[in-house]
């Protein structure tokens, strides 16, 4: 018998019976034990990526405006999309209904970074351009979403329908737990400088799905409570805490005895971790241990709650201690309007402190087995929605191509993969559906997406679904 | 803590077990598992993945293609297949992944050579009838359900467990059916008539109980969970939505004992039933529970087709036990679901008004109910028919007139209708004359002005021929109505505006002195759409008064007068506008005028724009008068009526056309038939009254059928909306029982389908569930799938008993559940032993009684409910109990009405939890550790998880720690010391005293608390200070704030969570 059968029939018949159970991964100098029934199967590779930070960056960035360089398109500026390229592509309702579909090439100056020679917007990532050969670069993600909410979902859970278990949540279910204090699924919702136009984020994004509720996302917060009721009431100090759990538990131990109820150690053992946990997250979120040097390097917005900098620190503070993968989100880069006028508070948000992150992982020897992500849910219209001029634009929603990059964990740095057509429109070489950009996430982690799975209603269901998914080798290192 | 490796072995007993105790092989139960989980994925129903086109899930085409020889496994390709060493020929396929076991492989060939009989799967066929067996432990049946669990229990050796503590007998019954934990004194005398008259006395009390409202508080909670019952529409914005009469219906119902079949069909077609009442159309608010979006960009259709996937979804899973989503874009895989049929049977919810988008509206833009509250009703009932009754009296009065109209006619002069206000007219321009571009001004001087171009001229004027203003034509009076804002002022005009569909989106000044390049300074006549405005200005618009009509006042293309009256107050209040005569209700949207500030302008006055533009573009405008005080509402009225009729009736009866005798008679009947006038009072108050409750009452979201049209769908090819197939129309699917003969094809129908007495798994389902409710597990395990792929259930005599029996009784819900409150198997005690723990680990076996974490709802009433806090208050509107900050606000977009969060103050933070306001993009978060679910989709089962996040809900939240200081208050108020308040602490909480060794500790704990609490008495303070409720100065502060912490404890004990 294999620990596979023994975990699945474990989970069906004596659910979360046991709070912890006994792997041990060693990680520098201190012992994690795996807790919160997190028991890791066994991956099929050895992974790359043990830990994971992913930047979704809510609303989808306009891709040809940051790194897909169309340098021609300057001279077709208010000229009509060619039929050829448009292909008779469904639009949403926001922009089906306009006359004409007036070309608005990028406002910005675009150079080459780095050594592998990537086309960047300068003007408006000038610190990432600095790490272009430490990221793999992806021009040519696809997917079939073409609004926020599901393509949200498609992007996080493989879905477009809401309720299966995102990245995260197979994350946790497949590597477990490494900080027996902390949760093994963390996610931030980081608040932009500009919120002109939000898109709608729920906690469905980080559900568990059909997985077992403990691998759902535990969300952070900013402000208040980092994690909802971790302080005690007022007036109760951390030893008279101490005091009524050891008085619960003791009173537990007699009703266990009488009972034999395996489920009251269990309450037990949860009492003891919630009092761990309370010890654990005011160290996590007191940054007056990190040193100037990264408050330079992150900037000084990195010491105000709930920034996107003062996310990533958090982010590279959880991953420090164990937590499996880091979800931050990122609201307003839903450009319909006004490109100019926002896409540069986006990029001053994102650009340093994604700078800073890499640089950081990498300083303190963390980033080759900690995969970053970075990226929407779909691209932008190289048409312009609503008014054009030379120095503004908006642009609608677009699926059939957009970019993304990664970096650590794995992931082949100075790679430039795919490439889009002069109208940034379509995918001409080398097309990343998200399914595939999945399957190779899940590569990086240890697992080949086909065996990764978990039988829900009679089916041995996967994050990257029934149709055919394809690991891209050559973004892997 | 057990080690993972004996857990592998004890389910590799349990699963021995199982075999060793099979006497014969039964497809269902032996066969079947194997076939589904090795072959049906390649060999089963669904024709797009079929391989080598054999299927093994019907007999007869197996034995067709050669794959099974009954009797003879070496002649059976299936056996050679899967003993074979050739991996080319190995089945399952390596690439599978799947490998058969020596002793499944063993099992398929003793029965293929015992003849390779199949079953229907046990689920689609009906329920047979069951004879409660004899058992050995014959003392300890109570009724039918113990002969079934015992028997399954010898089978497996094993003895049911003692009887419960009648203590925790009571306990327990009290919170399986109100949810609520039982009063101490109820306690004693329960266990004293228990202990005096047994059965009876148990049978009485569970009567009492479930007579009690919280009943149905306690049962709607669960069919909440599967009717995705919320407060918000769930996607994009998540705005508010009106829903909740929906969820008291369903509390309603329980406590009404309504039987399940009308239950279900009530809401599955309610709308469809004969002359549906009021809670027959709430009922059908079932299917409007589905998430829906408002998002910009969406497409309808995709829309709609999303939300009839989840109605049917929710329908298969509530109703059939069928995961019948699964075929939305393949043939199922296990069950006879074919694409096909999914779709016909989707085609059941698609013939329905409800819209693609919700509006972000609390109405959801499709249809809805008004539900006026039990003291409404009987008005809201009768008044469409006093309505009816007053406009046909009304009509038939006005028929019957003629004669009075003739009488009053004879002797009608101008004078007679009424006296025109003459005093204080400072200006008025008649605008009739009928050509040129001249017109007069009557001030204290006649004199003419000029329009700006050419004027067209109407015949159709209010008062003879009217003007039409247009940009370049319009028109400078000069300078009049040059008011300050402590004047009292009052102009006004007959008007019409000429464009069809009205003036959506158009804005423009009827009249106005008004500097628009000073900051708007002035005032004027306003239209915004077709809402009318007045401005006063010094500054627009940080110091000005604008109010509007709060209605949409402008009919277009007709005359219609409006005027307004200021009184000098420089007050939003002082400005009234009335319509016709009569006063229009207004909204103040500036009200910031200052003291200092004034409205004089030197530009003219002008009719038709302000000083640069903004024209009433295609406006007539005719009698424009200004008076230099204010008008009183009988005046503006006779000025609307009798300019008029004044100017009819000074015509000659040959000079007035037909239509002009049709205004006047109407002038009669209105202001001069004492009989109309009585009715048209009449039926003023009845519209006022409607308006009335109308703008008191909830609504409601309900489904209603598309009239005149068929239910039909699409296929939609792998359910993408945009790639339609075939057109189906609705159908049930052809291998489950038939459709009733004679009921119609649609919800109707289909509800009649579902509770027909032949469907083998409706009752099933919900048996299953119910039980589930009271056992923390179903007999089937899956309750939301009974089909091949879900689980076997773990005693199908006991499910096709108890659903036989359900539906023998007419479908009595409370009855039902009082046959298992009265059973042995349900007293049993709730302890285990290590063997049961090793055969029974989950309690499937019924081995004793049934004991689990309860729902977060239970957990919360409880508290609230041995804290004295909890409000008894019934229904109505969401409540916003205590929530940490930030939970809606970072989730909500700015602009959505369900942002930003307000705690209730008072009795809504102790309302049950089922009233909870239920946002479904940030559920109650103390909830939501409690596996509370979304409610985005249908619940039928809630996971329960045992985790840390739970343990700091109900050690921190504040509502468990103020909960926790009024117990300890109470607990003190006993005044018997230490031992009378520990023993009323574990009475009301755990229905029990403590014992010897728990007092003990209980007592330390208090001790180390008092003694922190007495050295820190600032601490005491602040611990006794959480809530919103006022501390109580009867106890000093340390006392009360170590009993606090004492009862906190209790209350986290695992035994106050578990049942």
Redesign the interface.
């Known amino acids: 018998m294999n620990d596979h059968f023994t975990r699945r029939q474990f989970l069906a018949s004596g659910k979360h019976l046991l709070g912890g159970a006994a792997l041990a991964m060693l990680r520098g100098d201190s012992a994690y034990a795996s807790t919160g029934g997190g028991l890791p199967l066994e991956t099929h590779f050895l992974p790359r990526a043990k830990q994971v930070i992913y930047l979704h960056m809510v609303g989808g960035p306009s891709q040809m405006d940051l790194f897909d360089y169309k340098p021609g398109l300057v001279d077709y500026y208010d000229q009509d999309l060619p039929d050829s390229i448009r292909k008779g592509q469904r639009l949403t309702t926001m922009t089906s209904g306009q006359a004409r579909f007036p070309i608005a090439p990028s406002k910005y100056q675009f150079k080459q970074a780095g050594k592998c020679g990537m086309w960047l917007n300068q003007e408006m990532l000038p610190w990432l351009a600095k790490k272009a050969d430490d990221i793999c670069w992806i021009r040519s993600l696809h997917t079939e979403a073409i609004n926020h909410e599901p393509a949200i979902a498609a992007m996080q859970t493989g879905n477009q329908v809401a309720g299966r278990p995102c990245l995260g949540a197979w994350a946790s279910y497949g590597l477990g737990a490494i900080n027996e204090n902390l949760p093994a699924f963390v996610v931030l919702v980081a608040i932009p400088s500009n919120r002109e136009q939000e898109q709608a984020i729920s906690s469905r994004l980080w559900s568990a799905g059909y997985l077992s509720g403990e691998h759902a996302g535990v969300s952070f917060r900013s402000q208040g409570d980092p994690i909802l009721y971790i302080n005690d009431p007022p007036g109760v100090p951390r030893e008279l805490r101490r005091r009524s759990i050891d008085g619960i538990n003791a009173l537990n131990q007699i009703n266990y005895h009488n009972l034999g109820d395996p489920r009251t150690h269990t309450r037990m053992q949860q009492y003891e971790m919630a009092f761990r946990m309370q010890a654990s997250v005011p160290e996590l979120t007191d940054l007056s241990s990190e040193s100037d040097h990264t408050f330079e390097m992150y900037g000084g917005e990195a010491k105000k709650p709930g920034t996107f900098a003062n996310s990533v620190l958090m982010a590279r503070r959880l991953t420090e201690r164990g937590v499996r993968f880091v979800q931050i989100y990122h609201n307003n880069w839903d450009h319909h309007s006004n490109v100019g006028g926002r896409l540069p508070d986006q990029c001053k948000d994102v650009d340093k402190p994604c700078y800073a992150l890499l640089e950081d992982l990498e300083q303190r020897g963390m980033l080759d087995e900690t995969l970053v992500i970075w990226g929407g849910e779909f691209g932008r219209t190289i048409y312009s929605q609503g008014q054009l001029s030379p120095t503004n634009y908006g642009r609608d929603h677009h699926p059939r191509c957009f970019s993304m990059w990664m970096a650590g964990g794995g992931a082949k740095g100075g790679t430039i993969y795919g490439e889009t057509d002069d109208f940034s429109y379509n995918i001409v070489k080398d097309p990343v559906h998200i399914r595939d950009f999945h399957a190779t996430i899940l590569q990086l982690m240890g697992f080949d997406h086909e065996r990764f799975t978990y039988r829900y209603q009679g089916l041995d269901q996967k994050l990257t679904g029934v149709v055919p998914a394809h690991v891209i080798p050559e973004l892997i290192a | 803590?057990?080690?993972?490796?004996s857990?592998?072995a004890l389910?590799?007993a349990?699963v021995w077990v199982s075999f060793a105790a099979a006497e014969t092989l039964e497809y269902n139960r032996d066969v079947r598992p194997i076939l589904?989980e090795n072959c049906f994925?390649c060999h089963g129903v669904d024709s797009a993945s079929r391989e080598a086109d054999l299927r093994l899930d019907q007999r007869e085409a197996a034995l067709e293609y050669g794959a099974i020889a009954p009797g003879d496994s070496a002649e059976s390709e299936l056996i050679a297949r899967i003993f074979t060493d050739d991996p080319d020929l190995l089945m399952p396929p390596r690439e599978t992944?799947k490998q058969l076991t020596p002793k499944q492989k063993q099992l398929l060939k003793q029965w293929i050579d015992s003849g390779a009989e199949y079953e229907a799967h046990w689920g689609y066929i009906p329920p047979r009838s069951v004879v409660p067996p004899a058992v050995e432990h014959q003392s300890r049946v109570k009724n039918a359900i113990d002969s079934l669990v015992l028997s399954r229990l010898e089978k497996e050796g094993l003895a049911p467990a003692p009887e419960a503590n009648p203590r925790t007998l009571f306990r327990r019954l009290h919170l399986d059916i109100i949810g609520l934990p039982p009063k101490p004194a109820d306690v004693q005398k329960f266990v004293a008539d228990y202990q005096a008259r047994h059965d009876g006395a148990l049978s009485e009390w569970i009567d009492r109980l479930m007579e009690m409202p919280a009943w149905g508080e306690h049962r709607a909670r669960y069919w909440l969970d599967a009717a995705r019952y919320a407060d918000t529409h769930g996607?994009?914005?998540?705005n508010y939505r009106e829903m909740w009469p929906y969820r008291d219906w369903v509390i309603r119902s329980f406590n009404a004992n309504q039987p399940f079949d009308q239950f279900a069909v009530e809401q599955l077609a309610g709308d469809l039933l004969p002359n549906p009442d009021t809670d027959q159309l709430i009922a059908t608010g079932f299917q409007r529970c589905n998430i829906t979006?408002n998002?910009?960009?969406?497409?309808a259709e995709e829309n709609l087709a999303?939300y009839a996937?989840d109605r049917v979804q929710t329908f298969g899973w509530v109703f059939l036990g069928l995961?019948t989503n699964?075929a939305q874009?393949?043939d199922h895989?296990?069950d006879p679901f074919s694409t096909k049929e999914y779709y016909s049977l989707a085609a059941f919810f698609r013939n329905t008004k409800s819209p693609a988008l919700d509006g972000n509206v609390k109405g959801g833009k499709g249809p809805t109910l008004t539900v006026p509250s039990e003291v409404d009703r009987p008005r809201w009932n009768a008044l469409p028919g006093e309505i009816a009754a007053a406009k046909q009296h009304q009509k038939q009065r006005a028929e019957h007139s003629e004669g009075d109209f003739q009488k009053w006619l004879a002797n009608a002069t101008p004078d007679s209708v009424g006296n025109i206000p003459s005093d204080g007219l400072a200006v008025q321009v008649p605008l009739d004359e009928g050509s040129g571009t001249e017109v007069r001004v009557d001030a204290s001087t006649v004199s003419k002005v000029k329009f700006s171009g050419p004027v067209e001229w109407h015949d159709d004027g209010a008062l003879g021929p009217a003007p039409v203003f247009r940009t370049g034509s319009t028109l400078n009076v000069g300078n009049y109505g040059d008011f300050e804002k402590n004047q009292a002022f009052s102009y006004g005009a007959w008007v019409k505006t000429t464009k069809q569909g009205g003036n959506v989106g158009a804005t423009g000044a009827i009249l106005a002195r008004m500097d628009q390049d000073k900051d708007h300074r002035g005032w004027d006549l306003w239209h915004s759409g077709n809402v009318i405005s007045v401005h006063l200005i010094d500054s627009w618009d940080k110091n000005a008064i604008k109010v509007s009509t709060a209605q949409n006042v402008i009919e277009p293309t007709k005359w219609q007068h409006f005027f307004v009256t200021y009184d000098g107050s420089a007050k939003a209040a002082g400005i009234k506008i009335y319509v016709d005569g009569q006063p229009t209700g207004m909204k103040v949207e500036r009200d910031s005028l200052t003291n200092d500030a004034t409205l004089h302008t030197d530009v003219p006055l002008f009719i038709g724009k302000r000083s640069k533009g903004q024209v009433f573009d295609s406006g007539m405008v005719q009698d424009v008068r200004i008076y230099d005080r204010q008008l009183a509402p009988e005046e503006v009225r006779s000025l609307a009526k009798s300019t008029v009729v004044g100017a009819l009736l000074a015509k000659s009866l040959e000079e007035r056309s037909k239509e002009e005798t049709a205004v006047l008679q109407g002038y009669y009947l209105a202001e001069q038939d004492p009989q109309y006038q009585a009715i048209a009072k009449q039926l003023g108050q009845l519209e006022a009254e409607k308006k009335t409750i109308e703008g008191r009452s909830p609504i409601t979201h309900i489904q209603k059928e598309k009239p005149n049209s068929q239910p039909v769908a699409h296929v939609l090819m792998r359910g993408a909306y945009?790639q339609l197939g075939e057109e189906v129309t609705a159908a049930i699917p052809a291998s489950l029982h038939p459709f009733p003969a004679d009921a119609p094809l649609n919800r109707m129908g289909l509800a009649q389908w579902v509770v027909d007495p032949s469907n083998p798994l409706t009752a099933r389902v919900t048996v299953n569930r119910f039980w589930l409710e009271v056992f923390g597990q179903g007999i089937v395990s899956t309750p939301e799938?009974f089909?091949?792929?879900?689980a076997l259930p773990s005693n199908q005599k006991l499910l096709d008993w108890l659903a036989i029996d359900f539906i023998d009784s007419g479908w009595d819900v409370k009855r039902f559940f009082k046959q298992i409150f009265m059973s042995a198997t349900y007293r049993q005690a709730?302890?285990?032993?290590?063997e049961k723990?090793e055969q029974d680990?989950?309690n499937g076996m019924l081995s004793r009684g049934p004991?689990?974490?309860m729902d977060g709802e239970v957990i919360r009433d409880s508290a609230l409910s041995v804290s004295g806090l909890l409000s008894p208050r019934m229904y109505g509107p969401g409540t916003r109990p205590y929530q940490?900050?930030?939970i809606w606000e970072?989730?909500?977009?700015?602009g959505g009405d369900t942002r930003n969060y307000t705690q209730d103050q008072g009795e809504g933070l102790y309302r049950r939890t089922i009233y909870n306001f239920w946002k479904?993009?940030?559920p109650s978060?103390?909830m939501?550790?409690f596996?509370a679910p979304?409610r985005?989709?249908c619940t039928v089962q809630r996971?329960?998880?045992?985790?840390?996040?739970?343990?700091?809900?109900t050690?921190?939240?504040?509502q468990f720690?103020e909960a926790a200081r009024h117990l300890a208050l109470h607990a003190l108020e006993t005044g018997k010391g230490d031992d009378g308040a520990l023993t009323y602490i574990t009475q009301r909480v755990l229905a029990r005293r403590c014992?010897e060794?728990?007092r003990s500790?209980?007592l330390?704990?208090k001790e180390?608390?008092l003694r922190?609490?007495e050295n820190s008495p600032?601490?005491?303070?602040?611990?006794?200070?959480?809530g919103d409720s006022p501390t109580s100065e009867r106890f000093d502060a340390p006392t009360l704030?170590a009993w606090t912490?004492v009862c906190?404890?209790?209350m986290?004990?695992?035994?106050a969570?578990?049942k």
């Open positions: 803590m057990f080690r993972q490796n857990i592998a389910l590799l349990t589904t994925a992944k996607l994009h914005f998540d979006t998002e910009g960009g969406t497409i999303l996937a995961t699964c874009c393949h895989k296990f945009d799938d089909g091949v792929s879900g709730a302890a285990t032993t290590p723990l680990p989950d004991r689990f974490r940490p900050g930030n970072i989730m909500g977009l700015p479904r993009m940030a978060p103390n939501e550790a596996n979304s985005e989709v996971e329960r998880t045992n985790t840390p996040l739970q343990a700091l809900v050690l921190n939240d504040p720690v014992t060794d728990e500790i209980l330390g704990s180390d608390y922190h609490y600032a601490d005491a303070k602040k611990l006794i200070e959480v704030a912490m906190s404890q209790v986290n004990l695992d035994e969570l578990n």
